[in-house]
């Protein structure tokens, strides 16, 4: 039977339309406790998280390089005219690279690698204004705090950054996520 056939199958409805009239209980902000409530979910997190980003940071490093080579060509090509486009599209890559993979496919490289993923309240992936959210308060509360805003996560229970409070998304580990689902 298709999806067409039986409007509860049909892959475009959201989450929240599929748990409608239910009674869950949550967690307060939405999250539906049922899917977030499992410790498994969240074993190992920090350091999962720490070497994910190293990971991705490697990659936005060979990124940067490469941007740079395209910008630099470019930029001779066009007597420089094209110089001030190249370094903004660099500056922004770390919005893009992390906010992108984060919203359509819920890990960056670096997270998959570390069996992490990302998660909205009703347990769909976060939205592409979540994400975008996430990565910038990442960015720009990061680096002047020289990381210290990080170690939210070492006093809750499921590896928390502010970032992640602020956005609404939730990281957990995938392999059991995806059990938790299929139940």
């Known amino acids: 039977m298709a999806y067409r056939d039986?409007?509860?199958r049909d892959p475009r409805r959201s989450t929240d339309e599929l748990l409608a009239g239910l009674k869950?209980?949550?967690l307060g902000k939405g999250f539906v406790s049922f899917l977030f409530d499992d410790a498994l979910l969240y074993e190992g997190i920090v350091g999962r998280r720490i070497f994910a980003y190293l990971v991705d940071l490697a990659i936005l490093g060979l990124?940067?390089?490469a941007g740079y080579v395209v910008v630099f060509v470019f930029g001779l090509l066009s007597f420089g005219l094209l110089?001030?486009?190249?370094?903004l599209g660099i500056a922004l890559l770390p919005l893009a690279y992390h906010s992108l993979f984060l919203a359509y496919w819920g890990a960056s490289p670096?997270?998959?690698m570390f069996d992490l993923e990302g998660r909205a309240p009703d347990g769909s992936l976060p939205t592409l204004l979540q994400a975008v959210v996430r990565t910038a308060l990442f960015l720009v509360s990061v680096?002047?705090?020289?990381g210290?805003?990080?170690l939210v996560a070492l006093f809750n229970e499921r590896g928390r950054t502010m970032h992640d409070f602020f956005s609404g998304v939730l990281l957990v580990r995938s392999a059991h996520f995806a059990?938790?689902?299929r139940r």
């Open 63 to 65: 990124l940067t390089v």
């Open 148 to 150: 210290l805003v990080l």
């Open 110 to 112: 670096g997270m998959a």
């Open 179 to 181: 059990s938790k689902i």
């Open 143 to 146: 680096p002047p705090t020289g």
């Open 83 to 87: 110089l001030p486009i190249g370094f």
């Open 6 to 8: 039986d409007p509860r």
């Open 24 to 26: 869950l209980p949550h």
